[in-house]
């Protein structure tokens, strides 16, 4: 699919949310999720992109909500979301105290058309996904299915402590990336 038409679907899915249309703006969040994260590539070895992109989510759910705000201009949702994800980072930044050290005022904004990623890369991710050990498969699945909630109610849904959960979601990351790295996949600068 061209990258121009996916960006009318893009718009028209956020016209469709801010008429009241929840699907809509879950079809929406589908489709900016692989551009948010490209965009914040840069804050990967920072911060926790995972809540970039939540925060970023529910801030563009308050203004679908809206009908005070307007986005106007070409691709205007996926513009103002790229904008939102870059001002969340840089909070999350501050907050971490990280900012101190790194400074990412110099590097230019991310185009707003990106390349979406190849089937052959679905499908390695997928067969990596399906080799991960019983526990932190399972954990990985709840925080990608139900990642609005917060880790703690996940664990409780999957009978974990909180603290075991969280070392299944880095065992999870862990085995994921060696199993992408072994099958060509290259992360480095993208994932800590």
Known sequence: MAVASQNIMIEAA????????????????????????RSLA???????LEVVVQETF???WIVACDPGRHLEGEYASLKFALRVARNVGLEELRRT???????????????VCFDFP????????YRCFDLLPQKPKSAMAARLQ??????????????MTLNTFLQNIVRARKFMAE??????????????
């Not at 840069?42 to 926790?48: K, L, Q, T, V």
């Not at 190849?118 to 991710?125: A, S």
């Open 14 to 37: 956020f016209r469709r949310a801010r008429a009241g249309d929840a699907d809509a703006f879950a079809e929406w969040m589908k489709m900016v999720e692989h551009p948010l994260w």
């Open 42 to 48: 840069r804050f990967a070895r920072h911060i926790d």
């Open 58 to 60: 529910l801030r563009m």
């Open 97 to 111: 105290r990280c900012g101190s050290t790194v400074s990412f005022d110099e590097q230019p904004e991310p185009p």
């Open 118 to 125: 190849d089937p052959l890369l679905k499908k390695t991710i």
């Open 146 to 159: 139900d990642g609005h909630l917060p880790d703690r109610e996940l664990a409780g849904t999957l009978r």
């Open 179 to 192: 199993c992408l790295e072994k099958r060509g996949v290259r992360l480095e600068g993208i994932f800590p």
